[in-house]
């Protein structure tokens, strides 16, 4: 491996806190809109879920396939100027999303231009991160890279919720008032038995609103899941056969006839007029807050015209049967204007977008080093392939790929069954934690000690440098994987020891693996930087993807306890691999670009 090159007048003054927080902040934006945030538009546009998980999936390609490109990105042109108009481009696909909502071909409309968001976003990827390595000093790209986590972190959030409350804040402002359903868990409580003919009425106020139960109140009792699933078929062959949704949409899994299943309850919606001739009201009813081991059946969205406006439509919830203790949840129902508040929403985000790219028109640096790297004869296709060449003759390119498949090795098998283990019940030797309690855990412990980890990681980085914390991360990425041995053969009831528990596996993956991102910054050092860190996360994700695929199976063949410990022999390859490193001491040392 060659010594990177000093750091070049380009690169002084660049003043990376105007520009790396809000670009990676820009990075992840597109990314969370077009894995998540298209999946949340088209439920509430009533699209199927076979149709959804179809299109939606196919969506993930260009980020699969991006090192393949890479190379184009690299060779034509700068990657400031990429950036830009990559911004520029995620700017006009947000626009064609709004613009292409109201009209009836909608669901291939904006389609098209999410596979635009979606190519445009992956090469805004490969731009930002070649230009992060060649507009900052080696020291600072240390420093700021848990400062770059944080704020993708962080767009992934807004994407998430603040983004879908937005959308729900102009659906209610839109529309009929919302309807609101609290529901209440209480100690004791006969079954509920659906009877649906008592709340039959024909009421026309002359003003058009839903009314509704306020209290919904659900007694703690499990119940056998034949009793619950026998409820929610009764109510699901109420709704289809009223013409309220499709008969075969979102079916409800059985439970076993043996098991014991969350008690189940049930509210009620009637609209107060009849809608004019061939007019329809939709009207998404979703979890709003509180405990979310209280959760609806199905994803419900009701249609009602003037066929089935004056008899009720049924929503059914579901207690988690882990549920121990007395809480509740509220649920809200909004049937605004879904087209014009989703259009709204993709429109400010079109917006913002053009506010990046002027922003970062001025605040992006022009280092001298980012310039196209083509041949001195011009020839693309000759280039394009020498880069592929050059990455696979670095010396020791064997131990490089080595460790970018093995530094995860355990990691990529335990972030599979984390979860499960701690939802899973006690019988099948898990915590026995409520959908709620997790949601706490990983939502806010794990997300709080995650960003602390890596942000301590990059500062420690540019103190001494990457060879010199290399094996302290290793470390902090493998061994807190204990907590989970730990975890499963205790099986601490306390949520406090679980939270601290995980809040320390999370803090040592965020510490650990500011090595791994500047390893691969690292072994991208030369000419081709920009497409040798894409063809470095490739290996990145292969390294995750395989051994994920295998340890579900793996798993239920031994158990949750000889699985942990697995996990902990598959950490040691990381740490066999690294005497084999060679790492410049002086990389991402302040004072010694």
């Not at 994700?541 to 902990?568: K, N, R």
């Amino acid at each position: 491996m060659n010594k990177p090159d000093k750091l070049s007048p380009g690169k002084q003054g660049s003043r990376p806190w105007l520009w790396v927080p809000s670009l990676y902040f820009a990075e992840g934006i597109p990314y969370v809109l077009v894995m998540t945030l298209s999946v949340i538009f088209y439920k509430r546009m009533g699209i199927s879920n076979a149709q959804i998980a179809l299109y939606t999936s196919w969506l993930y390609l260009p980020w699969v396939i991006k090192p393949l490109w890479g190379p184009v990105v690299d060779i034509l042109r700068t990657k400031r100027f990429w950036i830009l108009i990559m911004q520029l481009c995620i700017g006009a696909g947000l626009a064609g999303v709004a613009f292409t909502i109201p009209t009836d071909r909608f669901l291939q409309l904006t389609l098209a231009f999410f596979w635009l968001l979606a190519f445009s976003s992956a090469t805004h990827d490969i731009a930002a991160d070649g230009f992060y390595m060649l507009g900052l000093s080696r020291h600072d790209q240390a420093f700021f890279v848990g400062i770059r986590s944080t704020f993708y972190r962080l767009a992934m959030l807004t994407g998430q919720g603040l983004l879908v409350i937005l959308a729900g804040y102009f659906e209610a402002k839109t529309g009929l008032p919302p309807v609101e359903v609290e529901v209440v868990v209480v100690e004791d409580l006969a079954p509920v038995v659906f009877t649906p003919e008592k709340l039959i009425s024909q009421i026309d106020t002359g003003d058009t609103y839903f009314f509704s139960a306020d209290q919904v109140q659900i007694g703690l009792a499990d119940l056998p899941g034949s009793k619950t699933d026998n409820l929610i078929a009764q109510v699901e062959a109420w709704n289809t056969s009223h013409g309220f949704y499709p008969e075969l949409e979102n079916g409800v899994p059985d439970s076993s006839a043996t098991e014991l299943s969350g008690n189940v309850g049930y509210t009620w919606f009637q609209l107060s007029k009849r809608p004019e001739e061939g007019e329809s009201i939709v009207m998404n009813f979703s979890f709003e807050k509180g405990d979310k081991s209280i959760a609806l059946a199905k994803s419900y969205r009701f249609e009602f015209n003037e066929e089935n406006w004056n008899v009720p439509a049924f929503a059914v919830f579901r207690l988690d049967p882990k549920l121990d203790k007395l809480t509740s949840a509220s649920f809200t129902g909004l049937s605004g204007n879904i087209r014009f508040a989703w259009t709204v929403v993709f429109a400010i985000i079109a917006v913002i977008f053009v506010g990046f790219f002027i922003y970062h028109r001025f605040a992006l640096p022009r280092p001298a080093e980012d310039r196209p790297n083509k041949n001195d004869d011009g020839s693309f296709f000759k280039e394009f392939l020498s880069t592929f060449v050059e990455f696979f003759r670095k010396k020791n390119i064997g131990v490089m790929l080595l460790f970018l498949l093995v530094y995860r090795l355990g990691e990529s098998q335990l972030v599979k069954l984390a979860s499960p283990f701690l939802l899973d019940s006690k019988e099948a030797n898990g915590l026995g934690l409520t959908t709620g309690d997790l949601g706490l855990i990983y939502g806010t412990i794990g997300i709080v000690a995650l960003s602390l980890g890596g942000i301590l990681g990059g500062i420690v980085a540019s103190r001494r440098g990457l060879k010199y914390w290399l094996w302290w991360m290793v470390a902090a990425m493998n061994l807190p994987n204990l907590v989970y041995v730990f975890l499963s053969y205790v099986m601490p009831s306390s949520l406090w020891v679980v939270g601290a528990s995980v809040a320390v596996e999370q803090f040592g993956y965020g510490f650990g693996f500011t090595a791994y991102m500047l390893y691969m910054i690292y072994i991208s050092e030369g000419k081709h930087k920009t497409a040798h860190f894409a063809l470095a996360t490739g290996f990145m994700a292969l390294g995750m993807m395989i051994p994920g695929m295998v340890s579900g199976w793996f798993q239920e063949l031994i158990g949750y306890q000889h699985f942990f410990i697995w996990v902990m022999i598959c950490t040691i390859p990381s740490f066999i691999v690294i005497p084999f490193l060679k790492i410049d001491p002086t990389f991402g040392k302040k004072g010694l670009d």
